[in-house]
């Protein structure tokens, strides 16, 4: 029977997704998306050197991740990614111990409670548009 509804889906120009994954071919809304913002510490100080990474995103295609690291003023910004909506975790390391001003404890954030930005509509089709997601952490002292 589930053969059957797949290929009735495809037929239609949709697609089943798998049952372990999210990653779906033709017929999947997909979106573009950014992701920038500040880290500071509890006091509101910028922190230098915490890698962001990205944990459960579904990517539409193998196009990297959603990855940076601090700079001097705790900004960073990803590189732009096409995914299957905005979902997913981010996670905001500190690898360097105590030289960037302290040890600070590992943060996760869940995408979709961020706020959004849409800065360039779709194309009317599975293109649902590109996004600015802003993520503004406070990391708290191990």
């Known amino acids: 029977?589930?053969?059957?509804?797949?290929?009735?889906?495809?037929?239609?120009?949709?697609?089943?997704c798998s049952d372990n994954s999210m990653m779906c071919e033709y017929g999947t809304p997909t979106v573009q998306f950014t992701v920038k913002g500040r880290v500071t510490d509890a006091d509101g100080k910028p922190i230098k050197g915490i890698v962001?990474?990205?944990?459960?995103?579904n990517f539409f295609s193998e196009n990297g991740g959603l990855e940076?690291?601090?700079?001097?003023?705790?900004?960073f910004a990803t590189q732009r990614v096409k995914a299957i909506g905005i979902h997913g975790?981010?996670?905001?390391?500190?690898i360097d111990g105590a030289e960037n001003g302290g040890e600070f404890e590992t943060q996760t954030v869940e995408l979709h409670t961020l706020p959004e930005t849409k800065i360039a509509e779709g194309d009317g089709g599975w293109d649902m548009g590109e996004y600015e997601v802003t993520a503004n952490v406070k990391l708290k002292a191990k």
């Open 68 to 75: 940076a690291v601090t700079g001097e003023d705790g900004q």
């Open 89 to 94: 975790k981010l996670l905001f390391t500190d």
């Open 52 to 57: 962001i990474s990205s944990k459960e995103v």
């Open 1 to 16: 029977m589930r053969r059957l509804i797949y290929l009735l889906l495809g037929a239609l120009g949709f697609t089943a």
